[in-house]
């Protein structure tokens, strides 16, 4: 084989990058640097006998035969390349050479590089440098090939694309964040830097990395902030990315079709789970009817045994049912068999044992629960409440009520890390927190309505009489006023709101509207 004419062009291609491209993967460096010099068309010879080729001038001279690593030859070869301006040397097969011909490419400074199949180097170079359009052409085919034969999964078409083109493949959300595909598409230490970078319109763009790789991106589909299609390639090749630009625009459309299929499904999902546990939270008549029952065991729910309701709440721009795959593999990962159903802002799941959970059971379960909110991702700022454990059916209503309360009052305590489990004390700390609700705020004002306007401030003394426990010397020294004006007032309480103080229920009701009414 010798060199012939081309109608293409090339200003060369780095050997750096060759030597990283994956149709290269069986090509070494035997002898001389790497360095960032390129090399044009290749050239071959057929082996040490014969003369060079005409124009090895800044070309990869390809022995592909005869070279015995043992031969004078070869040093004089080595001598004769140089001379003529060749860029780089391959010869067959991967063993050393000898320390003189070591030495002289060293000297030289002529990269001598072997593969067990020096033809194949050669047409791949050749394909490289002479036909960058046949290559993207090419690339476009096998990409929609691809696409057309891959399962219906994102993951599956992201495989099989990566496989194709030899590099990791992935899709991110616009802030970087892993979606599908190889993970190592972007490591974690880059994220922020890729994320800065793809700030700006959607389109596509090539974003080098401070490790030298580059990453060619592709938005998929038309929103504000669509999701993007990424190739991570280990250095800078042009053909290559033209082919992989031309394989990213491709396979954008058929990603973009598989996240619709796989959004409607989703949602198909979601609403299903959020119907059947409406119906066990609020079953019709009071009894859970048997189609219910049969639903809930096809969903693989338990009804038997005793449940431990959990509310996960979050911010109304969340896409719970997008994100509910994160949420059940936080659960896993602590092994929590927890059932998870979207609900409004959020995600509510029950966990259920056979038994009554034991105190030590509770403490390691609320344990498991606060490491499943750490494992979430920080963007959802989510709070957690988690009820205590009740049996049968109704018992997942009425734990996940309790966890919805506390869910509710975990939301404004940061100190507590947005996490609230209502154990004993804390079943009291949400009594005295629904006190403050919007529903119960009415009430105890309508309630208090009789004592605005008297004077003495009436209300705030029947606070203290109340937290005095009926002691009119200590409500006295509380308010600064005489024992008898204590009597008076709370004399007065009596007969203006028509009640009983030494009645234990009506006591509890005033005591919780004054709390009410002096917290607000």
Do not use: K
């Not at 090419?138 to 599956?156: G, I, K, N, P």
């Not at 927890?338 to 995600?347: P, T």
């Not at 750490?374 to 988690?386: D, S």
């Amino acid at each position: 084989m010798t060199s012939t004419a081309r109608s293409g062009s090339s200003a060369g291609i780095p050997l750096s990058a060759m030597l990283a491209h994956p149709t290269w993967h069986d090509v070494t460096l035997l002898a001389g640097p790497e360095d960032t010099r390129s090399i044009q068309h290749p050239v071959a010879a057929q082996d040490l006998a014969h003369p060079l080729p005409e124009e090895p001038t800044g070309r990869l001279l390809v022995l592909l035969g005869g070279a015995d690593r043992g031969d004078w030859r070869l040093d004089a070869l080595l001598r004769r390349a140089h001379g003529a301006g060749v860029a780089a040397l391959l010869v067959p097969g991967v063993t050393a050479l000898r320390m003189s011909s070591t030495l002289l490419a060293e000297r030289l400074r002529l990269p001598v590089l072997g593969s067990p199949d020096p033809l194949a180097a050669y047409l791949a170079l050749e394909r490289m440098t002479a036909e960058p359009g046949l290559l993207r052409a090419e690339s476009t085919l096998r990409t929609a090939q691809v696409c057309a034969r891959a399962d219906e999964t994102v993951d599956a078409l992201l495989t099989d694309l990566g496989a194709l083109l030899h590099r990791p493949v992935a899709l991110l959300t616009a802030d970087a964040r892993h979606l599908a595909g190889d993970p190592a598409t972007v490591a974690p230490a880059e994220q922020d830097t890729v994320a800065r970078q793809l700030t700006g319109p959607p389109l596509p763009r090539p974003l080098d990395l401070p490790s030298g790789a580059r990453l060619l991106t592709h938005p998929v589909g038309t929103e504000r902030v669509p999701p993007r299609l990424v190739v991570r390639l280990p250095a800078r090749l042009a053909p290559e990315a033209d082919a992989v630009a031309a394989a990213l625009e491709v396979a954008s459309g058929a990603v973009r079709e598989r996240l619709a299929l796989r959004r409607l499904d989703l949602e198909r999902s979601a609403r299903h789970r959020t119907s059947l546990l409406g119906e066990l939270l609020r079953p019709a008549g009071g009894e859970i009817p048997d189609a219910v029952r049969r639903h809930a065991v096809e969903f693989g729910w338990r009804l038997d045994g005793w449940h431990t309701g959990i509310r996960i709440g979050t911010g109304p721009d969340v896409d719970v049912a997008g994100l509910r795959a994160e949420v059940t593999d936080a659960f896993a990962a602590e092994r929590l068999g927890a059932q998870v159903v979207e609900q409004g802002d959020g995600w509510s799941a029950w966990t259920s044992t056979d038994q009554e959970p034991s105190t030590r059971d509770i403490e390691r379960h609320a344990a498991a629960v606060r490491r499943v909110q750490r494992r979430l991702p920080e963007v959802l700022h989510a709070y957690v409440g988690v009820g205590r454990a009740h049996p049968g059916p109704t018992g997942i209503a009425r734990s996940l009520g309790e966890a919805a309360d506390a869910a509710r009052l975990a939301q404004g305590r940061e100190a507590s890390g947005r996490f609230f489990h209502v154990d004993r004390l804390g079943l009291a700390q949400l009594l005295l927190a629904w006190t403050r609700t919007d529903t119960f705020q009415p009430a105890a004002r309508s309630l208090l309505e009789p004592l605005s306007g008297e004077p003495g401030d009436l209300v705030h003394t029947l606070t203290a009489y109340l937290d005095a426990e009926s002691s009119t010397a200590e409500t006295a020294a509380v308010l600064g006023v005489h024992r008898n004006t204590v009597a008076a007032r709370i004399a007065r309480v009596q007969q203006l709101l028509s009640v009983d103080l030494a009645d234990p229920d009506e006591r509890l009701a005033l005591h919780l509207a004054c709390r009410t009414a002096m917290d607000g």
